[in-house]
């Protein structure tokens, strides 16, 4: 197992679309293990690969107090959203400090393979719904900053970029 480095906002790769997992192989599951030892070790309730610079659409996550239920979705599609949507503060690893209100579906249902290849069925609400829509923005390039006004959006880059050249 391995800690991975987490990309950092304004960092452009954080735009990339991932693609398709094509063989849930020995390789990708070496990348869930690494994932969630850095998503544990970061204190996060998710973390996507685009995050940890690989283009390809997988997912952790874990919103367990105990944090001993991890969830692996790989190639995640979203089958139905509630029309029933709910704000709330959200944070992310690629964007330290910095949380702020978004609106979600308050649930979701998706499918997605498991991490033994498995084709699952998934329903969600609240947190892990949240997070679940959190996630899969990542796959597609997006960060949640982007729900944010351009002005707050300026400022939280000029944070993030100050504090990554004091940190050199
Ligand atoms: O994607 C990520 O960087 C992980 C992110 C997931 C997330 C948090 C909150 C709402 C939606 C998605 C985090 O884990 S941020 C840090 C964190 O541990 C946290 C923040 C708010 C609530 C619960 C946990
Ligand atoms: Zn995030």
Redesign the pocket.
């Known amino acids: 197992m391995a800690l991975l480095p987490i990309l950092s906002y304004p960092d452009p790769r954080l735009h990339t679309v991932a693609q398709a997992v094509k063989a849930v192989d020995d390789r990708i599951r070496g990348l869930i293990s690494d994932m969630l030892e850095t ?1 544990y070790e970061a ?6 690969a685009t ?1 940890v610079n690989i283009h390809e659409r997988l997912i952790v996550i874990d919103v367990s107090e105990e944090r001993n239920q991890p969830m692996v979705l790989i190639n995640p599609e979203v089958l139905w959203l509630s029309p029933e949507r709910v704000r ?7 964007v330290p400090g910095i ?1 702020d209100g978004v609106e979600r579906a308050r649930a979701v249902k998706i499918q997605a393979l498991d991490g033994a290849g498995q084709l699952r069925t998934i329903e969600a609400e609240d ?1 892990l719904a ?2 679940i829509q ?2 899969m923005d ?1 796959l597609l390039g997006k960060v ?1 900053v982007e729900y944010l006004s351009p002005l707050k959006r300026n400022r939280i880059k000029t944070k993030m970029l100050k504090a990554q050249r004091a940190e050199r």
């Open positions: 998503m204190n996060g309730i998710g973390l996507a995050q709330g503060d959200e944070g992310c690893l690629s949380y947190l949240v997070c959190h996630e990542h949640f």
